[in-house]
C-alpha cells in the first residue's frame, strides 16, 4: 500500500533538514558530499512517489494517457506492429497492437460469436477490431488500473450496454462492474476464463487463464505487466517477495500455455537477457527470431510458457547458472548466496542500469 499522511510529511521534512544542512555546510565538506548523494536519493524516490500517485489517484493521469493516445494514433495509425490471430477449434485469440506498445486483446467464440476484451487501452482500435469480426461484445478483463490498460473502459461499456467489466476491488480500476477475487471464473460461450491474483505490479494486479481443455487446446495466459517475454513488470505496490510469489503462480502453469503479453517488449529484454546469461542458446535462438520479426514490425506473441523458462532470468531465480553468473552474493564477504527475492531486486536493478546505458 502507499504511506499514510504523516509518513508523507516526515519525509518532506527530511528533505527541508537536508536542504538547511547544505546550505550551512562548507562547501568541500565530506558531510555535505554525503548529505548530497543521499538527498537526491531520497528527492527521486519521492517525487517518484508522488507523481505515480498523481497518475493513478487524480484526472492527471487520464489527461497523460489522453496525450499518450494521441500521439501513438498519429505515428502508428495502423497499429505500431503486425499481428497474427490464433485460431483453436472455434475459440480466436485476437492481439490489437494499442499505444505505443500495448496490447489489447479479443477472446471470441467463433460459433457463439461472443467476444471478450483483454486490457481496452484504446476503445477506437477494438471497435474496429468487434466490428471487423462481427462479434457482440459481452465482457472486459482488465489486469489493472494503469491507464494504458483500463483507458477504453468508459467508452466501450457505454457502447455496449451489455458488457460486463470485470477486475481487481483492490485496484481502482475504471468502470468496474463485476469484481473478481483469487481462482474466480468468468464464463462466456465455450470460454472459461479463470483469474489469479498476481500482486507486485499492483496491489490488485490480475492474470487471466483461458483454460485450454474445452476446446482442446492450449491455455492461454493474458499476462497484463506481469510477464512479458524474458522479462516481468516493475513492482510499484509491492516488494520482491511479492513479485516472486506472483511469478511463482505463474510458473506453476503448464509449459505449452501461451503467453500473451501487455507489451512489445521482446528485443529489449531478450538484450538484456544475454547479459546476465550470454550463453544462453535458448536466448539465443529466440533473439534471431525476435530481431526477425521486429525487422517487418511483426509482433512477437505469443511465447509458450516452456520457452520462458528456458531464457526469461526473471523465471529463472531458482537456477543455480543464473545465481552464478551474477557473481558474489549481496553479503559484506560476498560468501552468502541470493535468496530468490534478492535475485529478482538485483535483475530489476542490472535491467534498470541496462536500459539507461
Excluded at 176 to 195: E, F, K, M, N, Y
Excluded at 216 to 245: H, I, Q, V, W
Amino acid at each position: 500500500g502507499w504511506p499514510a499522511a504523516w509518513q508523507w510529511v516526515a519525509g518532506c521534512w527530511l528533505l527541508l533538514v537536508l536542504v538547511l544542512v547544505l546550505l550551512v555546510s562548507p562547501r568541500g565538506c565530506r558531510a555535505r558530499r554525503g548529505l548530497r548523494g543521499l538527498l537526491m536519493a531520497h528527492s527521486q524516490r519521492l517525487l517518484f512517489r508522488i507523481g505515480y500517485s498523481l497518475y493513478t489517484r487524480t484526472w492527471l493521469g487520464y489527461l497523460f494517457y489522453r496525450q499518450q493516445l494521441r500521439r501513438a494514433r498519429n505515428r502508428y495509425p495502423k497499429g505500431h506492429s503486425k499481428t497474427q490471430p490464433r485460431l483453436f477449434n472455434g475459440v480466436k485469440v485476437l492481439p490489437i497492437p494499442v499505444l505505443s506498445d500495448n496490447y489489447s486483446y479479443l477472446i471470441i467464440d467463433t460459433q457463439a460469436q461472443l467476444a471478450v476484451a483483454v486490457d481496452p487501452s484504446d476503445p477506437r482500435a477494438v471497435q474496429a477490431s468487434i466490428e471487423k469480426e462481427g462479434v457482440t461484445l459481452v465482457a472486459i478483463l482488465c489486469t489493472h488500473k494503469h491507464w494504458d490498460h483500463s483507458g477504453g473502459n468508459r467508452d466501450l461499456s457505454r457502447r455496449h450496454r451489455d458488457c460486463r467489466v470485470y477486475g481487481s476491488p483492490q485496484d481502482g480500476i475504471p468502470y468496474l462492474t463485476h469484481p473478481l477475487c483469487h481462482q474466480d471464473v468468468v464464463s462466456v460461450g465455450r470460454l472459461q476464463i479463470r483469474a489469479l491474483a498476481t500482486p507486485g505490479h499492483t496491489q490488485g494486479h490480475l492474470v487471466y487463464l483461458l483454460d485450454g481443455e474445452p476446446y482442446k487446446g492450449p491455455s492461454c495466459l493474458f499476462s497484463g505487466d506481469l510477464l512479458f517475454l524474458s522479462g516481468c513488470g516493475r513492482t510499484f505496490e509491492g516488494n520482491a517477495e511479492t513479485m516472486l510469489s506472483s511469478l511463482d503462480t505463474v510458473l506453476g502453469l503448464g509449459d505449452d500455455t501461451l503467453l500473451w503479453p501487455g507489451h512489445e517488449y521482446a528485443e529489449e529484454n531478450l538484450g538484456f537477457a544475454g547479459v546476465v546469461e550470454p550463453e544462453n542458446l535458448a536466448r539465443e535462438r529466440k533473439m534471431q527470431w525476435v530481431q526477425r520479426q521486429r525487422l517487418e514490425r511483426k509482433g512477437t506473441c505469443p511465447s509458450t510458457l516452456g520457452e520462458e523458462r528456458s531464457y526469461n532470468p526473471f523465471l529463472r531465480t531458482h537456477c543455480l547458472a543464473l545465481q552464478e553468473a551474477l557473481g558474489p552474493g549481496p553479503g559484506p564477504t560476498g560468501d552468502d548466496d541470493y535468496s530468490r527475492a534478492q535475485l529478482l531486486e538485483e535483475l530489476r536493478r542490472l535491467k534498470d542500469m541496462h536500459k539507461s546505458k
